[in-house]
């Protein structure tokens, strides 16, 4: 019996150089989706394209012009030269030469998983590498060193897949071009059928293990991820607030559909009880929060003090099981005696060197801001320059719907505090409570403001604080726990369901002010007393009926009345609530007055761009669905 081989058409070699060509611009588009990603949640996108456009057409024209030495001379020109940029933007508060130890421990770290997204100034990072290995990519696939432009491509690639950056769908594309480039550029270079049967055997067999390989980047970070999460890629360990606080991460992603746990987490003696704060997040990603900068050692000074009034509330907490971080009230001054060291991180919380244990405990000393909302109101608005850099920033895709619908809501307000306070009772008063939410596509904010009605604690928070960099006002993301249940005359106890989130607003010689948008539930009440924060409305139980919705729900009015009630909240309703406004300090300032009268401008020095403009003329007040200043005012 014979054996008859039938031999592959042959190919053109115009064609393979095409398709050589074509492969090591998919790998370079795999590497710049995520520098575009980056520049987009921290930079200026049309920098980027003109950066990008700019690199190709150098690129041509020194393919024509000079040889591979000197094009590579040039590429190490362009990343000195972005280096220099980059360093030279960097806020002038950041001492490069107090930094440069923690730079390079961070550089370090980015190999093993540390986000490009928590270094300072991460999109002029982004904008600074892009020219040189795009430039010098295409010069190598227009000289037809397919490979070597593949490789340049894949390298810088690389490094996102090391940071966390490049998801696997991104690494599967550029991995995809590289093999592409190797196969279809023996094709272009072959002279011999051998060869050319050689190229394709080449493209199948790269393409096949690549299969593999991308299943497995899909797979072992989640077997890497330990408690708490951060590994390879993605924001947050978990999807719920909890996982964060416990496995001490530095990026939040907002989840859908979340349950959080009764079991005991810590207990703490003090005077008096509030939001035992876990840390805070500056930059927004449109789909998460994430913490820049780095931490240092706590050397056992005591660490900076409120600039405005405050007052002295010791704490110590002990543990009932693993936890990755620190609690304490806003601000923590000292750590009087620790079972373990502690790290203080950018935003000024603290963070354990390791986890604690179960029995292990510390105690610390906070300063908590006293200021009252007459201080608040004549606060002004000449915010330091690296405050409004980094807490008024906004992803460069954030629909300008979302800034026109917070000016209409806020028109008669006549400064950032009455400002604050009407976004906050906005939002309570016209969005249900619900952990059974299905998670938006697109810019959180956004989806929250205009297509959500209901959602969780990290909704609210997300959505005011973005509200108010519209209109120029610092605020940040924060997370930790409310009071809890009080189980002595000084000791309370704090369970999985009491994790939250919450919005602090920063205010000119008064530092950081805590508000909190989420409607007020039974969980969140101290035990001792279940009575309703005056200017808020109460929460209804909820009866879920089907997913996203849930009866029961009263619209309240447009000015709650206060009520007291001393009944004990279900096991079941104490469960389902993540836990919002807990009792505040037993000094309570006194109620603000209502807004000035439409008309009002914006404050001086808060219309530098786009974010920060409102009109001077006169408005016709706000829309039908704004809200006035809630009648209470509980500062941090």
Not at 22 to 33: C, K, R
Not at 177 to 205: I, K, M, N, P, Y
Request: glycine share 12%; proline share 8%; net charge positive.
């Amino acid at each position: 019996m014979s054996t008859v081989t039938r031999r592959l058409p042959a190919v053109n070699v115009d064609t393979a150089r095409v398709l050589a060509t074509a492969s090591v611009g998919v790998t370079m588009v795999a590497y710049l989706t995520v520098l575009r990603y980056i520049v987009t949640v921290a930079g200026e996108p049309p920098l980027f394209y003109g950066a990008v456009a700019a690199s190709l057409a150098a690129a041509a024209l020194l393919a024509a012009l000079v040889r591979p030495r000197t094009a590579a001379l040039v590429t190490a020109g362009l990343l000195a030269a972005g280096t220099y940029y980059y360093v030279v933007t960097l806020p002038p508060s950041f001492d490069l030469a107090e930094a440069l130890g923690p730079m390079v421990a961070d550089a370090w770290s980015m190999l093993s998983g540390l986000s490009i997204l928590r270094i300072i100034n991460a999109g002029t990072w982004a904008l600074a590498i892009t020219p040189a290995p795009t430039l010098f990519a295409a010069y190598l696939a227009f000289r037809r060193h397919y490979l070597a432009g593949a490789a340049v491509a894949g390298g810088t690639l690389g490094l996102f897949v090391l940071t966390g950056n490049a998801d696997a769908a991104t690494t599967l594309i550029g991995a995809v071009g590289v093999a592409g480039a190797a196969g279809f550029g023996d094709l272009a270079g072959g002279t011999t059928e051998v060869a050319v049967d050689e190229g394709r055997r080449d493209v199948l067999f790269g393409l096949g293990g690549i299969v593999a390989v991308a299943s497995v980047v899909d797979v072992v970070p989640e077997e890497l991820v330990g408690e708490g999460g951060g590994g390879f890629g993605g924001l947050g360990g978990g999807g719920t607030t909890e996982a964060n606080l416990l496995g001490s991460a530095d990026s939040v992603e907002l989840a859908g559909s979340i349950s959080l746990s009764p079991d005991v987490r810590f207990a703490v003696e003090a005077d008096e009880p509030g939001y035992w704060r876990v840390g805070g997040f500056d930059r927004f990603t449109g789909d998460g929060w994430v913490r820049t900068g780095q931490a240092r050692a706590y050397d056992g000074d005591r660490l900076a003090t409120p600039p405005g009034p405050d007052r002295a509330v010791e704490q110590t907490y002990t543990m009932e099981g693993r936890m990755g971080n620190m609690p304490a009230l806003w601000k923590p001054r000292s750590v009087e005696r620790s079972d373990t060291g502690a790290d203080v991180l950018p935003d000024g919380s603290l963070r354990p060197v390791r986890a604690f244990r179960e029995d292990e405990s510390y105690t610390v000393v906070s300063r908590v801001p006293t200021a009252v909302p007459t201080e608040l109101r004549s606060a002004g608005t000449d915010y330091p320059e690296d405050v409004v850099d980094r807490y008024t920033a906004l992803p460069g895709n954030l629909p300008d719907r979302v800034e026109a619908r917070t000016s209409r809501i806020t028109g008669n307000a006549t400064n950032p505090y009455d400002t604050a306070r009407v976004v906050e009772q906005w939002l309570s008063n016209n969005r249900g409570y619900s952990l059974d939410v299905d998670r938006p596509s697109g810019n959180v904010a956004d989806a929250f403001l205009f297509e959500m009605e209901e959602g969780y604690c990290t909704y609210f928070a997300t959505t005011m604080a973005v509200m108010l960099r519209t209109q120029g006002i610092p605020a940040r993301f924060a997370v930790g726990y409310t009071a809890g249940e009080r189980v002595a005359a000084d000791r309370w106890v704090a369970r999985g369901l009491n994790a939250h989130a919450w919005v602090e607003v920063f205010f000119p010689e008064q530092g950081w002010i805590r508000f909190d948008p989420t409607p007020a539930g039974p969980a969140s009440r101290p035990s001792r007393s279940a009575s309703t924060t005056p200017g808020r409305r109460a929460s209804t139980p909820w009866t879920r009926t089907r997913r996203g919705r849930a009866s029961g729900r009263r619209r309240p009015s447009r000015a709650p009345t206060p009520t007291r009630t001393r009944s004990r909240p279900s096991r079941r309703t104490r469960r389902r609530a993540c836990a919002s406004s807990p009792r505040g300090p037993t000094r309570r300032p006194p109620s603000p007055a209502r807004t000035a009268p439409a008309g009002a401008g914006r404050p001086a020095g808060a219309s530098s761009s786009r974010r920060y403009r409102r009109a001077n003329s006169s408005r016709s007040g706000p829309s039908s669905r704004s809200a006035r200043p809630p009648a209470r005012a509980s500062p941090g």
